[in-house]
């Protein structure tokens, strides 16, 4: 099992920045790729950026160049820098998962959220 805790959430004017954290814990040596998407009011959840074990990034055309992902093998932990940040970047924002692997399967793994408010 693979268990994931966003960190990081919170108020911020627009133009301003935010960092979220993501944890993972558990069976952590099933992890290849993690990433994070969001989810605004009324809207279905998106990808917003993911990046490989080996570093590879992608971004979504919304946030490319506002948005940096980075990650910690060491610690398990990735990141995503926020900067420029908009009222339509509001939503609350997922962190994810991929696992592999022998006896990984359905380790895939989700965090429980953590909002982000853009203000104008």
């Known amino acids: 099992q693979v268990q994931l805790m966003e960190s990081g959430g919170g108020t911020v004017q627009a133009g301003g920045s935010l960092r979220l954290s993501c944890a993972a814990s558990g069976d952590t040596i099933c992890i290849s790729g993690m990433g994070w998407y969001r989810q605004a009011p009324g809207k279905e959840r998106e990808l917003v950026t993911v990046?490989?074990?080996?570093?590879?990034?992608y971004y979504a055309d919304s946030v490319r160049g506002r948005f940096t992902i980075s990650r910690d093998n060491t610690k398990n932990t990735v990141y995503l820098q926020m900067n420029s940040l908009k009222p339509d970047d509001t939503a609350v924002y997922y962190c994810y998962a991929d696992s592999t692997g022998d006896s990984c399967l359905g380790m895939d793994a989700w965090g429980k959220g953590t909002l982000v408010t853009v203000s104008s």
């Open positions: 990046i490989a074990e080996g570093g590879a990034t």
